[in-house]
T-cell receptor, first 109, second 117 residues
Framework: GQSLEQPSEVTAVEGAIVQINCTYQ??????LSWYQQHDGGAPTFLSY????GLEETGRFSSFLSRSDSYGYLLLQELQMKDSASYFC??????????FGTGTQLKVEL | GAVVSQHPSWVICKSGTSVKIECRSL??????MFWYRQFPKQSLMLMAT?????????EQGVEKDKFLINHASLTLSTLTVTSAHPEDSSFYIC?????????????FGNGTRLTVT
């Protein structure tokens, strides 16, 4: 079966750095993506890692270790608007994405 | 702006009736679209892959006769929830890739919140 595990909830203060981990076990792997979803809204794409290492996009960075079946999303200089749910997702064959359990991030003043 | 449009954004229906949800790709052709379902505070679960001009492929455990998918054109896929029951109440979201490359993002519609009474 497919399994992507994330912490259910993370709380941090504005301006801080937070890391959201994702461990996966899937049949087929082409890459790991991260999506952000605000309450009631559609998921939006943040980043994608096909190879091991760190990808940086502004305040967000994503890391992948294929040998460890592990990745993380790093959010820097947290802002209140970053409060949302974050999902990792594995890209499998047929361009299908399997999503992780999701992490609710709460940013406090 | 929006890349994928979904309609309606919310619908309330009575138990036993059918509901149709439309998903359109804007300014690009989508031979494949993906339908997800999301229960409150839970993850997105892939229901089926909609293929233009051919039958949809359903994920394990998803009833194809209950969730009818039609992909009649390169820009439109529809999901019909037949004989809806309260347990079908959920957030249904369609999605498509605008480009077929490794790092291209999956674009989601704004979702349809279905409530079956």
């Amino acid at each position: 079966g497919q399994s992507l595990e994330q912490p259910s909830e993370v709380t941090a203060v504005e301006g801080a750095i937070v890391q959201i981990n994702c461990t996966y076990q899937t049949s087929g792997f082409y890459g790991l993506s991260w999506y952000q979803q605000h309450d009631g809204g559609a998921p939006t794409f943040l980043s994608y890692n096909a190879l091991d290492g760190l990808e940086e996009t502004g305040r967000f960075s994503s890391f992948l270790s294929r040998s460890d079946s592990y990745g993380y999303l790093l959010l820097q200089e947290l802002q209140m608007k970053d409060s949302a749910s974050y999902f990792c997702a594995v890209k499998r064959g047929g361009n299908k994405l399997t999503f992780g359990t999701g992490t609710q991030l709460k940013v406090e003043l | 702006g929006a890349v994928v449009s979904q309609h309606p954004s919310w619908v309330i229906c009575k138990s036993g009736t059918s509901v149709k949800i439309e998903c359109r790709s804007l300014d690009f052709q989508a031979t494949t679209m993906f339908w997800y379902r999301q229960f409150p505070k839970q993850s997105l679960m892939l229901m089926a892959t909609s293929n233009e001009g051919s039958k949809a492929t359903y994920e394990q455990g998803v009833e194809k006769d209950k969730f009818l998918i039609n992909h009649a054109s390169l820009t439109l896929s529809t999901l019909t929830v037949t004989s809806a029951h309260p347990e079908d109440s959920s957030f249904y979201i369609c999605s498509a890739f605008k480009q077929v490359s490794n790092n291209s993002p999956l674009h989601f519609g704004n979702g349809t919140r279905l409530t079956v009474t």
